[in-house]
């Protein structure tokens, strides 16, 4: 068999590989430096091991994991971190002092100083106590007090002291930077909602002045135009969820095509090929709507006769694949590739958003593929996942 | 037994099948009327849809040879194949479809938006995918030998190659509709020459098991022996042999005496009519009338209570791990509609089992010769000609062929397209990319190819049961616990994951690649499930308890969401 083969294959390089760096590793060790740096080395990787769980912020679970990596740092008998209100995690031996720790913490936390507690504030009764001092240093984000770090060992020296500032200091840099994750995933969220649900003012105008037009000659088809119109704006206009499923969409955009045909009548010829496995997919809601107001506008809004539009949705495996075609004047490529990009408006915009969107939901790999040429028509095809996590109609 | 029927059948649904795979998406519907384009598949029709991707080679063949072989306790299997919709509907069905997850690793991720977990389910889909492969390729390459003599390998190999090439043209497409078609191809075609073969059978006299005490031909039948085989002779049988017995060269008739005979490789054996059959299969079940009593032994164990209950659990909580069937409840749109297509489909499989469980027990009066060769799988495809003589018979078993080959290459190609995807997604993660899901195609048929060399001589509803019981202990704990308990853990998931997956693996392995035949070893080994199913919910619950500190945060969000009808608003609904 082949396979085995490659594997053997690569399991001697690897082999040969290994021995071949321990080698040099041990052949030249006096390499790495004196013992100081060998030091620096371990305090620096011991810290960097410390970092990640800290970077959800200062969590119960972010706490329990990095503690274990800070006690090793300070060499203390038990390291405490509370967050002011409850404790977070206590690593280490004197587990009795335990429900003490958000006391201990209380003064820390009102000062934003480090503190000193001594063998009489701790008032341990047990004689092998290894906890009877504590230094308790506070956690500051953004200017506040928002946590402390307490090492508990059985003499506080001066250098404990300083280590504790430090590491809490450093404590307080990773949960800083988990405000600033936060904060970053809290633009991009109100960027989608910015983004969310654009229907344009032309279309709006449009289909007023074609509704205008039949209530007198056509009262009844007038009042059903309003229905619709109430409908779409409905839809357009909802608060809730940011998705909806492909069925859904494919409902507003028929709604929004009998508005459009209030105005070009028979001049609209819509095709439809949609496989009925991929209905149920959820996806941003008002993302085919703008493609096919696109489609609209280029494929007949522009030029005199007949113009078609063809939506076409495959289902292909664990995609679903949509695309939308019309045979109208076509887009110069360079004005759809400023667009996409963000630069200059122009008519193009609502792809614009939509691109944004998609690539904002589902990561760069999903954005629009736009195939145009002037005079040749347009196709704008679209892929979306049938799953993706936190994606889901409501 | 070579027809040119057979053989013109077996192209033609070749060629179907490839033209259908290649062609099928310019059949779909092109409308200008968006109810129409926007009308959802019925529940009716996914049910068919679901049925005709389920129905393999298993239920077609397989039932009806292990009914033939072992008797009335064979009947678990047929009933397990439709009762794990049963578990399905009750417990899994409408939760797992408002998860929205479209594959098993997609609900490990949103239940609990665990990787690592995602990663293990993935590994596990493939597993089965590819252990319920194998029984389709083996199957098909049995029907080719029955149909033009090919050599078991060479079978394999071209149904292989079809199926590769059916989605390499098609992609990755499924189209409903065509899997719906399929489930009532498999019906007409067991149904219509059964329909044929009964009243022949009441017109002459309606012969049954009971009739004679052992298996007994009703005509001369010529028998040749691929392999050397220990058969056994129940009762003394006067036979013609050309070729090797008992180690010595025979040519001409022969008495054998009851007992043990061996025989040679490429011996050919003539049994006159009213001959006692000897057996090769070293079954319990020799004897009529204990053929029709239960609990009398199955395939390879002589603990057939523990294999009984075994085997039970492995069809009733296996079907929901079986990765081509659960995508297909995606299509459902909500959460209702997919338990209506689940009782859909119970009341479709309950229909469609009732036809192979007769030509299990009309094939112990009219093919007992199979009894003989071991190759009981073939009785539904010997069965018409054998009762109808002529050219009826002949056409009516190259309709039996057909419908068999149309199961296997439908079958397997929606296996392959599934393993594939897993594949390309999760292993080679590229997810758009047409060369990495080629490259996983080649690859998704070539493993199971292989095993399906290597266990030849499973009888085929057996290999499928194995591939249930490594479903049953993995994905059903997954399942069950993840909708119905709120304290698994990532953890907890993927210990089970892997302790009840890879036992069950490694106990199918061993099954397949060294045949152990007797005591509780071999029972443990071919019937995992009664070990590894409640192994794996201990290991699962267990490890979640001890890592109870890790529960994943959206626990509470996801558990309402697979719980709230889809009728009822989470939220208040301002524009409503």
Same mark, same amino acid.
């Not at chain 1, 085995?4 to 590989?17: E, P, Q």
């Not at chain 1, 005199?304 to 995609?319: D, L, M, W, Y």
């Not at chain 2, 939760?95 to 490990?108: I, N, Q, V």
């Given at each position: 068999?082949?396979?085995?083969?490659?594997?053997?294959?690569?399991?001697?390089?690897?082999?040969?590989?290994?021995?071949?760096?321990?080698?040099?590793?041990?052949?030249?060790?006096?390499?790495?430096? /004196?013992?100081? %740096?060998?030091?620096?080395?371990?305090?620096?990787?011991?810290?960097?091991?410390?970092?990640?769980?800290?970077?959800?912020?200062?969590?119960?679970?972010?706490?329990?994991?990095?503690?274990?990596?800070?006690?090793?740092?300070?060499?203390?008998?038990?390291?405490?971190?509370?967050?002011?209100?409850?404790?977070?995690?206590?690593?280490?031996?004197?587990?009795?002092?335990?429900?003490?720790?958000?006391?201990?913490?209380?003064?820390?936390?009102?000062?934003?100083?480090?503190?000193?507690?001594?063998?009489?504030?701790?008032? +341990?009764?047990?004689?092998? +106590?290894?906890?009877?001092?504590?230094?308790?240093?506070?956690?500051?984000?953004?200017?506040?007090?928002?946590?402390?770090?307490?090492?508990? /060992?059985?003499?506080?020296?001066?250098?404990?002291?300083?280590?504790?500032?430090?590491?809490?200091?450093?404590? /307080?840099?990773?949960?800083?930077?988990?405000?600033?994750?936060?904060?970053?995933?809290?633009?991009?969220?109100?960027?989608?909602?910015?983004?969310?649900?654009?229907?344009?003012?032309?279309?709006?105008?449009?289909?007023?002045?074609?509704?205008?037009?039949?209530?007198?000659? %056509?009262?009844?088809?007038?009042?059903?135009?309003?229905?619709?119109?109430?409908?779409?704006?409905?839809?357009?206009?909802?608060?809730?969820?940011?998705?909806?499923?492909?069925?859904?969409?494919?409902?507003?955009?028929?709604?929004?095509?009998?508005?459009?045909?209030?105005? !070009?009548?028979?001049?609209?010829?819509?095709?439809?090929?949609?496989?009925?496995?991929?209905?149920?997919?959820?996806?941003? !809601?008002?993302?085919?709507?703008?493609?096919?107001?696109?489609?609209?506008?280029?494929?007949?809004?522009?030029?005199?006769?007949?113009?078609?539009?063809?939506?076409?949705?495959?289902?292909?495996?664990?995609?679903?694949?949509?695309?939308?075609?019309?045979?109208?004047?076509?887009?110069?490529?360079?004005?759809?590739?400023?667009?996409?990009?963000?630069?200059?408006?122009?008519?193009?915009?609502?792809?614009?958003?939509?691109?944004?969107?998609?690539?904002?939901?589902?990561?760069?790999?999903?954005?629009?593929?736009?195939?145009?040429?002037?005079?040749?028509?347009?196709?704008? /095809?679209?892929?979306?996942?049938?799953?993706?996590?936190?994606?889901?109609?409501? | 037994?070579?027809?040119?029927?057979?053989?013109?059948?077996?192209?033609?649904?070749?060629?179907?099948?490839?033209?259908?795979?290649?062609?099928?998406?310019? $059949?779909?519907?092109? &409308?200008?009327?968006?109810?129409?384009?926007?009308?959802?598949?019925?529940?009716?029709?996914?049910?068919?849809?679901?049925?005709?991707?389920?129905?393999?080679?298993?239920?077609?063949?397989?039932?009806?040879?292990?009914?033939?072989?072992?008797?009335?306790?064979?009947?678990?299997?047929?009933?397990?194949?439709?009762?794990?919709?049963?578990?399905?509907?009750?417990?899994?069905?409408?939760?797992?479809?408002?998860?929205?997850?479209?594959?098993?690793?997609?609900?490990?991720?949103?239940?609990?938006?665990?990787?690592?977990?995602?990663?293990?389910?993935?590994?596990?889909?493939?597993?089965?995918?590819?252990?319920?492969?194998?029984?389709?390729?083996?199957?098909?390459?049995?029907?080719?030998?029955?149909?033009?003599?090919?050599?078991?390998?060479?079978?394999?190999?071209?149904?292989?190659?079809?199926?590769?090439?059916?989605?390499?043209? *098609?992609? $990755?497409?499924?189209?409903?509709?065509?899997?719906?078609?399929?489930?009532?191809?498999?019906?007409?075609?067991?149904?219509?020459?059964?329909?044929?073969?009964?009243?022949?059978?009441?017109?002459?006299?309606?012969?049954?098991?009971?009739?004679?005490?052992?298996?007994?031909?009703?005509?001369?039948?010529?028998?040749?022996?691929?392999?050397?085989?220990?058969?056994?002779?129940?009762?003394?049988?006067?036979?013609?042999?050309?070729?090797?017995? =008992?180690?010595?060269?025979?040519?001409?008739?022969?008495?054998?005496?009851? *007992?043990?005979?061996?025989?040679?490789?490429?011996?050919?054996?003539?049994?006159?009519?009213?001959?006692?059959?000897?057996?090769?299969? *070293?079954?319990?079940?020799?004897?009529?009338?204990?053929?029709?009593?239960?609990?009398?032994?199955?395939?390879?164990?002589?603990?057939?209570?523990?294999?009984?209950?075994?085997?039970?659990?492995?069809?009733?909580?296996?079907?929901? *791990?079986?990765?081509?069937?659960?995508?297909?409840?995606?299509?459902?749109?909500?959460?209702?509609?997919?338990?209506?297509? &689940? @009782?859909?489909?119970?009341?479709?499989?309950?229909?469609?089992?009732?036809?192979?469980?007769?030509?299990?027990?009309?094939?112990?009066?009219?093919?007992?010769?199979?009894?003989?060769?071991?190759?009981?799988?073939?009785?539904?495809?010997?069965?018409?000609?054998?009762?109808?003589?002529?050219?009826?018979?002949?056409?009516?078993?190259?309709?039996?062929?057909?419908?068999?080959?149309?199961?296997?290459?439908?079958?397997?190609?929606?296996?392959?397209?599934?393993?594939?995807?897993?594949?390309?997604?999760?292993?080679?993660?590229?997810?758009?990319?047409?060369?990495?899901?080629?490259?996983?195609?080649?690859?998704?048929?070539?493993?199971?190819?292989?095993?399906?060399?290597?266990?030849?001589?499973?009888?085929?509803?057996?290999?499928?049961?194995?591939?249930?019981?490594?479903?049953?202990?993995?994905?059903?704990?997954?399942?069950?616990?993840?909708?119905?308990?709120?304290?698994?853990? =990532?953890?907890?998931?993927?210990?089970?994951? @892997?302790?009840?997956?890879?036992?069950?693996?490694?106990?199918?392995?061993?099954?397949?690649?060294?045949?152990?035949?007797?005591?509780?070893?071999?029972?443990?080994?071919?019937?995992?499930?009664?070990?590894?199913?409640?192994?794996?919910?201990?290991?699962?619950?267990?490890?979640?308890?001890?890592?109870?500190?890790?529960?994943?945060?959206?626990?509470?969000?996801?558990?309402?969401?697979?719980?709230?009808?889809?009728?009822?608003?989470?939220?208040?609904?301002?524009?409503?």
């Amino acid at each position: 068999m082949p396979d085995s083969a490659t594997t053997l294959a690569i399991a001697g390089l690897v082999a040969f590989g290994g021995a071949a760096l321990a080698y040099r590793v041990l052949a030249h060790r006096r390499g790495l430096g /004196s013992a100081a %740096d060998r030091a620096t080395f371990a305090t620096l990787h011991t810290a960097s091991l410390a970092a990640p769980p800290l970077r959800a912020g200062l969590t119960k679970t972010g706490a329990t994991k990095a503690a274990r990596h800070l006690r090793a740092l300070l060499g203390a008998s038990a390291l405490a971190i509370t967050d002011g209100q409850q404790l977070l995690v206590w690593e280490g031996t004197g587990d009795s002092h335990a429900a003490e720790a958000v006391e201990h913490a209380r003064r820390v936390m009102e000062s934003g100083r480090t503190e000193v507690l001594g063998a009489t504030t701790l008032g +341990c009764r047990q004689l092998d +106590c290894p906890v009877r001092t504590a230094v308790i240093a506070p956690i500051s984000a953004g200017g506040h007090v928002i946590g402390t770090l307490a090492a508990y /060992s059985g003499a506080a020296s001066a250098g404990l002291v300083r280590a504790t500032q430090e590491v809490a200091g450093w404590v /307080s840099g990773q949960v800083e930077l988990a405000e600033l994750g936060a904060s970053r995933t809290r633009l991009m969220e109100a960027e989608l909602r910015a983004l969310r649900a654009q229907i344009s003012p032309h279309f709006i105008y449009n289909s007023l002045t074609a509704i205008a037009s039949f209530v007198r000659t %056509d009262p009844e088809r007038a009042r059903e135009l309003l229905l619709e119109f109430a409908d779409f704006t409905r839809y357009s206009f909802r608060r809730h969820g940011d998705f909806t499923t492909l069925a859904e969409e494919l409902r507003s955009i028929e709604r929004y095509l009998l508005l459009e045909r209030a105005r !070009f009548g028979d001049r609209l010829v819509v095709s439809l090929q949609i496989a009925p496995e991929v209905l149920p997919v959820a996806l941003p !809601f008002l993302c085919l709507q703008p493609i096919v107001e696109n489609a609209v506008r280029h494929g007949l809004e522009s030029r005199p006769g007949r113009g078609s539009i063809a939506i076409v949705a495959e289902n292909v495996g664990t995609e679903a694949h949509i695309s939308i075609e019309d045979d109208g004047v076509g887009i110069e490529p360079e004005q759809v590739r400023r667009a996409l990009s963000g630069e200059g408006g122009g008519s193009s915009m609502g792809l614009a958003n939509v691109d944004a969107r998609l690539r904002q939901v589902y990561g760069d790999e999903y954005g629009l593929v736009i195939e145009t040429a002037v005079g040749a028509g347009t196709k704008v /095809s679209v892929r979306l996942p049938k799953f993706h996590p936190g994606v889901r109609a409501s | 037994m070579s027809t040119p029927a057979s053989i013109v059948a077996v192209l033609l649904v070749t060629v179907a099948t490839l033209v259908i795979g290649a062609y099928g998406l310019r $059949m779909a519907r092109t &409308t200008s009327d968006f109810y129409v384009a926007s009308r959802t598949v019925s529940p009716a029709w996914n049910a068919s849809a679901i049925s005709g991707e389920y129905l393999s080679a298993a239920s077609f063949l397989g039932v009806a040879g292990l009914i033939l072989a072992y008797g009335v306790d064979m009947l678990w299997y047929p009933v397990g194949y439709t009762a794990g919709y049963l578990i399905l509907l009750l417990f899994v069905a409408a939760p797992l479809r408002r998860s929205g997850a479209y594959t098993l690793p997609d609900f490990a991720e949103a239940r609990l938006s665990s990787i690592p977990v995602r990663r293990i389910s993935s590994v596990l889909v493939v597993v089965i995918g590819w252990l319920y492969l194998v029984p389709q390729l083996q199957g098909a390459s049995l029907t080719l030998h029955t149909v033009t003599g090919a050599p078991p390998w060479a079978g394999s190999l071209i149904v292989a190659i079809v199926v590769l090439t059916n989605v390499l043209a *098609g992609g $990755m497409r499924s189209i409903t509709f065509v899997q719906a078609f399929q489930y009532w191809t498999k019906v007409t075609a067991l149904l219509v020459p059964l329909v044929v073969v009964l009243l022949h059978w009441q017109a002459s006299g309606g012969p049954t098991p009971a009739g004679t005490a052992f298996p007994t031909t009703r005509e001369p039948i010529q028998v040749q022996l691929a392999t050397g085989t220990s058969v056994q002779a129940p009762a003394s049988a006067q036979v013609v042999v050309h070729g090797s017995l =008992d180690g010595a060269d025979v040519n001409g008739p022969v008495t054998l005496t009851a *007992g043990t005979h061996y025989l040679g490789a490429g011996a050919t054996v003539l049994l006159p009519a009213g001959t006692v059959v000897p057996q090769g299969l *070293g079954a319990s079940t020799v004897h009529n009338s204990t053929w029709l009593r239960p609990l009398q032994g199955g395939p390879g164990t002589d603990h057939p209570l523990y294999a009984t209950y075994s085997l039970m659990l492995a069809t009733f909580l296996g079907t929901m *791990g079986l990765p081509h069937v659960l995508v297909r409840f995606y299509t459902n749109p909500d959460g209702r509609s997919a338990r209506r297509a &689940t @009782v859909a489909v119970l009341v479709l499989l309950s229909g469609f089992y009732l036809l192979p469980t007769v030509y299990g027990v009309l094939a112990r009066v009219y093919t007992p010769d199979l009894l003989l060769t071991g190759r009981t799988d073939a009785a539904v495809l010997l069965l018409p000609a054998r009762v109808i003589p002529g050219p009826l018979g002949q056409l009516l078993s190259a309709l039996v062929t057909a419908g068999a080959f149309a199961a296997f290459l439908s079958t397997s190609s929606g296996l392959t397209v599934s393993v594939s995807g897993v594949l390309a997604q999760d292993v080679l993660r590229r997810v758009a990319s047409v060369r990495a899901f080629r490259w996983a195609s080649v690859v998704a048929v070539t493993i199971p190819y292989l095993i399906s060399v290597a266990a030849y001589r499973l009888p085929v509803a057996d290999a499928v049961g194995l591939a249930f019981a490594v479903a049953a202990s993995s994905f059903c704990p997954l399942l069950l616990l993840g909708i119905w308990w709120r304290r698994l853990t =990532d953890v907890g998931a993927a210990t089970g994951l @892997v302790v009840g997956g890879g036992l069950a693996a490694l106990a199918v392995l061993t099954t397949i690649l060294t045949h152990p035949t007797s005591g509780w070893t071999a029972a443990l080994l071919t019937q995992p499930a009664a070990w590894c199913v409640p192994l794996a919910f201990t290991v699962m619950v267990a490890t979640s308890y001890a890592t109870r500190r890790r529960l994943p945060e959206g626990t509470g969000r996801a558990l309402a969401r697979m719980h709230t009808p889809e009728s009822l608003s989470l939220r208040p609904d301002p524009t409503a």
